[in-house]
C-alpha cells in the first residue's frame, strides 16, 4: 500500500439535544428540540472530519432515529469502514452496504466525515472533490411552522425586512383540510405577491383529499407543493402532477430516498421536482446520483433539510453548488432555527441566500465545548 493513503482510524458517535427556537409543527406532530447525531472520524495522518445526522422527531419522519442511527454506526458502519482508505468514498459506501442494510441516515454521516476528513487533508473544499462547484450561493427558504396564521405572517415580515427570506414553506396536513386552506390564503394574502410560497403536507392525505383542496391552495398562490400524499402513494403523486394547474409544480420528498426510487418517479413522471436531501439519500455521492436522473429526466431539484446544524447543512450545501440542471433553491435553515450551533462561524447568509463556504473540508470549524455542551449523555436527557 503506498504511503499516501489515508486510513480511517477512529470514528466517533454522539447524540446532541439541541432546542429549537420555536415549536415547530409538522403534519405528524411538533417538535421543540433536535438531535443530530454527529460523527468524527480521524484518519491516520492526524487529520479529522465531522459528519451529522438529524432525524425530525425521533423515528416518525422516517425509519431512522438519533438512537438506531448511533446504533448502525458504532455496531456495524464503524467496523466495516475502520483501516480502511478514506478516499475511496465509493468503496466506503460498498461495504458500509454490504454491512448494514439500509440506514442511510447513519451511512450518510460517516461519508461525509470521511469526505471532510480527506478534504481536509488535502487542504481543499469539499465542492472540489466533488466535481466542482456551478454556484457561489443559493436562495435560501424560511419554514412558518409556529401552528398560528398571525405569529407565521409576523415571523414572515421580519424574514422580508431584514433580506433573510422571501421564499416560505407552510407545514400543514395536522388540522382539517379546509383549516390549512384558511391558514394558507391568509398568509398568501398578507404577503401578497411579495414571497414565494411552498406547502409541505409531509404525506398526510390520501389522494382523494390533494386532489380536493390542493387547488384551491394553488389559486391561493403557491407555487410548490410538497409530499401531499403518503410515502408510497405514487400513483397519487402521478395523477397530481399530471392534473394541477401549470402555475404549480409537484415536489416528492419522503417519495424519493434512492437512485432506484428517482428513476421509478422518472418513468411514470410522477412529480416535477426532487427534494434532494444527503440524508435520506445515504451521503453526498448518492445525492449526486439522485440529482443525475432527476437532470436526465428533466425533473427539477430542491435543496432539502432535515434540520441539521451547520456541519449537515454545510455538507449539502458543497453537493448542492456542485449540481446542475433546473434547481428550486434551498432549505438549509437549520442552523437558524436551533438555539445554539457547534461551529465558530456559520455559513453567511446575505440578500436572501446562503454563500457556499470556502475553506478546506466543509469549511467550517467545530467547536469540541460545544458538542460536550449539548451532548446528550452529559445532559441526561432520553430520547423524545
Ligand atoms: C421536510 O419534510 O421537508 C424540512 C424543513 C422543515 O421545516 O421540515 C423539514 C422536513
Ligand atoms: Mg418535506
Given at each position: 500500500p503506498s504511503a499516501s493513503v489515508l486510513r480511517i482510524e477512529r470514528i466517533q458517535a454522539r447524540i446532541l439535544d439541541i432546542p429549537t427556537i420555536r415549536p415547530h409543527k409538522l403534519s405528524f406532530g411538533a417538535i421543540q428540540r433536535q438531535s443530530p447525531v454527529i460523527v468524527q472520524l480521524w484518519l491516520s495522518d492526524g487529520a479529522s472530519g465531522f459528519g451529522e445526522a438529524a432525524t425530525i422527531g425521533g423515528p416518525s419522519w422516517n425509519e431512522e432515529s438519533p438512537e438506531s442511527i448511533r446504533h448502525a454506526i458504532d455496531s456495524y458502519l464503524a467496523p466495516a469502514v475502520?483501516?480502511?482508505?478514506?478516499?475511496?468514498f465509493e468503496q466506503l459506501l460498498q461495504r458500509m452496504d454490504l454491512a448494514c442494510k439500509g440506514n442511510r441516515f447513519a451511512k450518510s454521516a460517516v461519508e461525509q466525515a470521511a469526505i471532510d476528513a480527506v478534504a481536509r487533508s488535502l487542504g481543499l473544499p469539499v465542492w472540489q472533490l466533488l466535481g466542482g462547484k456551478q454556484r457561489e450561493s443559493l436562495p435560501l427558504a424560511w419554514t412558518l411552522a409556529s401552528g398560528d396564521s398571525a405569529k407565521d405572517i409576523e415571523e414572515a415580515e421580519k424574514m422580508l425586512a431584514a433580506r433573510r427570506h422571501r421564499i416560505f414553506k407552510l407545514k400543514i396536513g395536522a388540522r382539517a383540510p379546509q383549516e390549512d386552506v384558511a391558514h394558507v390564503a391568509r398568509i398568501a394574502r398578507a404577503l401578497d405577491g411579495r414571497a414565494s410560497m411552498t406547502v409541505d403536507v409531509n404525506q398526510a392525505w390520501d389522494g382523494a383529499t390533494a386532489r380536493r383542496y390542493l387547488p384551491e391552495m394553488i389559486d391561493a398562490g403557491v407555487g410548490l407543493i410538497e409530499q401531499p400524499v403518503a410515502q408510497w402513494n405514487e400513483e397519487a403523486l402521478r395523477q397530481l402532477t399530471a392534473t394541477l394547474p401549470h402555475t404549480a409544480l409537484v415536489m416528492a420528498d419522503e417519495t424519493v430516498c434512492t437512485p432506484q426510487d428517482a428513476m421509478r418517479l422518472a418513468r411514470h413522471n410522477a412529480c416535477h421536482v426532487f427534494s434532494l436531501k444527503i440524508a435520506k439519500h445515504g451521503g453526498l455521492l448518492r445525492t449526486r446520483a439522485v440529482a443525475d436522473v432527476a437532470r436526465a429526466a428533466d425533473i427539477g431539484w430542491y435543496g432539502g433539510t432535515?434540520?441539521?446544524?451547520s456541519v449537515g447543512s454545510a455538507a449539502s450545501a458543497h453537493v448542492f453548488a456542485t449540481l446542475g440542471g433546473t434547481h428550486h433553491n434551498c432549505e438549509l435553515f437549520g442552523p437558524q432555527l436551533l438555539v445554539d450551533d457547534i461551529v465558530e462561524q456559520q455559513m453567511v447568509l446575505s440578500d436572501f441566500a446562503l454563500q457556499l463556504p470556502d475553506g478546506p473540508g466543509f469549511g467550517l470549524t467545530v467547536v469540541p465545548e460545544r458538542l460536550d455542551r449539548f451532548d446528550r449523555a452529559r445532559q441526561g436527557l432520553t430520547p423524545v
Open positions: 475502520i483501516g480502511q482508505d478514506a478516499g475511496r432535515m434540520l441539521e446544524t
